[in-house]
């Protein structure tokens, strides 16, 4: 595994982008000089619900320089080619979801887009659109899950449920459920709710389109190319060769730059086809928070059978998300919240329920966890209850209850291999340290009160179950005539560091020092279909492909170079060999190279039922445990956070400082997630749409990381690597909660923590859960 | 109305005819083509556009082009000397790179300006905490990817580098509980 001159792999080589973000010469979108551009802008919704009756433009204002875009006078089923356009909406999983409201049309959440608009300036192109006044007629909008549910007023089908599921282990009818938990001592018993978060990537979404030859040229801040090149072809009506996608340098993503950056695209695309220039759209930071796909806001009803020993005899969880106005990914959202519901645990008996519903809040989406952060404060909230009323030790029980080689998940999954539960409690425990002085005062004075706080957790990595072998991810290695080797792969690097991940993978297999390894910018007409970068899949997945394809690449060049006779490194015999084919006409060079393009291929044994939705949901999991101390100031109520110890099992740490970076950013998410972030809805409107009110962690808010990588390794990931992205996002928000609850002798079971939640849950009789009583 | 605006940026004299009221932070990027400082949300709160104004960290994007006239701005392009292919980088910016302190990069420059005026006012020299030192100082600066933990250690090995924090979070340093606290 570990050649003498690679030795790349295990390393924390500085990232190959550092230099040039650290000295400001990488170009963002928003940094590209393109001549003759135009900057548009879009004309929102203002009601959660109506109808689109038209557009006025003010007759006193100058248009002559402006172009305005609505989706009537547009060409559409004409396809490209002919000078029109494709199908009005965007393509994802449905296609309920329009690029532009047509007029006559039904808006389905405010800052909904109505119109578009394009200007030599950004000024200018602001100066028309307070000249623009969209007309609209107002319906009853559905503003609430129970609303949703009671499907009065309609959105999605008959019902407003966008997807639902049903797992069922260890019992066929509803009856036998409910025996086994009749047959459980004691029933623990919690709603769970948590609230929409925003990204809050520091770089706002930004996009370019340019209309160049009859071929679309889309360009901006994304996480997968390919998810745009889809929604493009739909919405131009156009070959796959008519569209060149091409990721910038992305400053954050999340999830928040999955599947929005196709709705951007559209826009840019639409204009540059009205104006005949290229044109730029960036979000102001107030439009992004507004209008953009959040966390999705979750209820999750959660009923815990426990036997007098502790261990638990039955599990059933009932999931609802909010999904907002379109269906966009929330089926896939939904899957994996419950596909973690059960947690980590042991137990024959378990039914989850999910249902994702339509309201008239903007879409709900991706972010970091997706689905799974919800289902988790729910159940490790329960578990921190089970053990209070039991009287054990927090990491007592969950060592206990937690999953081991051998046991069955949810969906009946066998666990084999790369099981963390040990070794992450062991390494927790150990870090642990005595728990903090329970009254004081702080610096201030004041009073406090402190508390420690559990969770224990798990994440699939990976697509869920036969996902990976449906896309069939490839992806592809050069060598170079002049010594560099290049990966080529659509997956993008969004900070997360995956292009350094790559650099060390192929130069590890390739056997040559990482400098010459390059990655270029994903572009769809230079890159294969490695697939989106998403659901801790891209150094697992795609670095395995990475792998493969370098070791391939290496075996082929020095097979014709032992045959010629040819020594030296690998980039010396490449170039001989790619001299020789040159010679014989250069037929099989793909760019002036030698390439390798290799095609996603399943572990054995893996067997996964959609229809039941049982057997192995993931090919594995990371494992994590987190430990949270706190306290609280009980004058101002304001939450400290102490210590944050954090323990990840990611199979093998490619590159440890990156890895850090993964786990300790992933962190404070769920920190900010626990006590800071609110997004504030008011009659279907975010509220808070500005950095200013919707707060996310600083420098002075989380205390000093402790966190800990245990590597238990995954055989089928690259030198054993398995997921890292999302697992830390899914359980320290839990733990938050759990040292409140320790510390103030109330629960906390809505998210975020807020200090008049807590002063509301301190009251005399007021209420235990947080704002609305979350508690059963 | 058009004034013209003379001012010198890293270390060089710029004169812009623009409105007195365009942003600084538009005048670097769009007159003078410096676009390492970047806007994150135009209204103060993240810190991606901080500049030094007469060595001041500011964010530019609260600034005036008329309130800079006669006055000295550093960017981030300013921070490293050498020439842009081979830049010899300023510590904090070669801390940064070295410890996984920048991760998409966004922030970045905002970071390293702000850090590097900390490392220079020699505001940690005896602080009782100098980590709690520069979580305060760099509390304007707001960062989405990286938890803010290597980016401290990445400050704090720049601006003391005889001290024994600088050890911490370096080469293969976060492998089991190395370079945590």
Known sequence: MHTPSGGSVGKSLPRVDGVAKVTGAAHYLDDLVVPRLRHGVTVRSTVAHGTFDGLDLDPAFDWSQITVVTADHLGWGQGLAAGGL??????????????????????????????????????????????ARPRQTAQPAVLAIDDALRAEVKLYGDDNVFKQFLIRKGHATDDELEAAMAGADRVLEGTYHTGAQEQMYIEPQAMMATLDGGIMRIAGSMQCPYYVHKAMKVLLGCDAEQVVVTQTVTGGGFGGKEEYPSML?????????????????????????????????????????????????????????????????????????????????????????????????????????????????????????????????????????ALRPGDTTATGQVLERSVGTDDVLRAIREAAGPPPTRDGTNRHGAPVRRGRGHAFYFHGAGFTGSGEQRLAGRATVVARPDGTFEVLASSTDMGQGAITIFTQLAAEALGVPPEQVRVPDPATDHVPDSGPTVASRTCMVVGGLVDRA????????????????????????????????IERGGGDLVGGGVAETVQYEPPPGIHWDDATYTGQAYPCYGWAGCLVDVEVDLDTREVSLLRCVHAVDVGRAINPVIVRGQIEGGTVQALGWAVLESVVYRDGKVANASMTNCIVPT??????????IVECPYPYGPSGAKGVGEIPMDGPAAAVANALEDALGVPF????????????????GGGAGGAGGGAA | MSLLVTFGVNGQIASVEVSPWKRLLDVLREDL???????????????????LLDGVPVNSCLVAAGQCDGRAVTTVEGLARGSAAEPLLHAVQRELVARGGAQCGICTPGIAVCAAHLCESGALVGASDPRAKVRELLAGNICRCTGYQLVVDAVIAAALPDGESAEDGAGDGGRGDGGAR
């Open chain 1, 699 to 708: 420098f002075a808010d989380v205390p000093d990381l402790e966190t800990i």
């Open chain 2, 33 to 51: 083509h410096l676009t390492g400082t970047k806007e994150g949300c135009g209204e103060g709160e993240c810190g991606a556009c901080t500049v």
């Open chain 1, 749 to 764: 079971d809505r998210l975020p923590i807020l200090p008049e939640d807590i002063a509301r849950a301190l009251r005399p």
């Open chain 1, 265 to 401: 695209a559209a826009h840019c695309a639409l204009l540059a086809q009205a104006s005949g220039a290229p044109v730029k759209m960036v979000y102001d930071r107030d439009a992004d928070i507004a209008a953009t796909t959040k966390r999705h806001p979750s209820r999750v009803h959660h009923r815990l059978g426990l036997r007098a020993d502790g261990t638990i005899a039955a599990i059933d969880v009932d999931v609802i998300f909010d999904g907002g106005a379109y269906l966009t990914l929330s089926p896939v959202v939904l899957s994996r919240g419950v596909l973690h519901a059960a947690g980590p645990y042991r137990c024959d008996v378990v039914r989850v329920r999910g249902r994702a519903v339509a309201t008239n809040h903007p879409p709900h989406g991706a972010f970091r966890g997706f689905g799974a952060p919800q289902t988790t404060f729910a159940y490790e909230r329960q578990l921190a209850k089970a053990a209070r009323v039991l009287g054990v030790a927090p990491w007592d029980h969950r060592d206990r209850l």
């Open chain 1, 86 to 131: 494709g199908q009005n909406h965007i393509a994802m999983l449905d296609t309920d979801q329009p690029a532009l409201v047509p007029v006559g049309g039904r808006i389905k959440h405010v800052d909904e887009p109505l119109a578009l608009i394009a200007a030599p300036t950004r000024a200018l192109a602001l100066a028309a659109r307070a000249h």
């Open chain 1, 550 to 581: 370098a070791r391939t690449l290496r075996l082929r060049v020095e097979a014709w170079a032992d045959a010629a006779g040819i020594k030296g490194d690998l980039a010396t015999r490449a170039a001989a060999m790619i001299a020789a084919m």
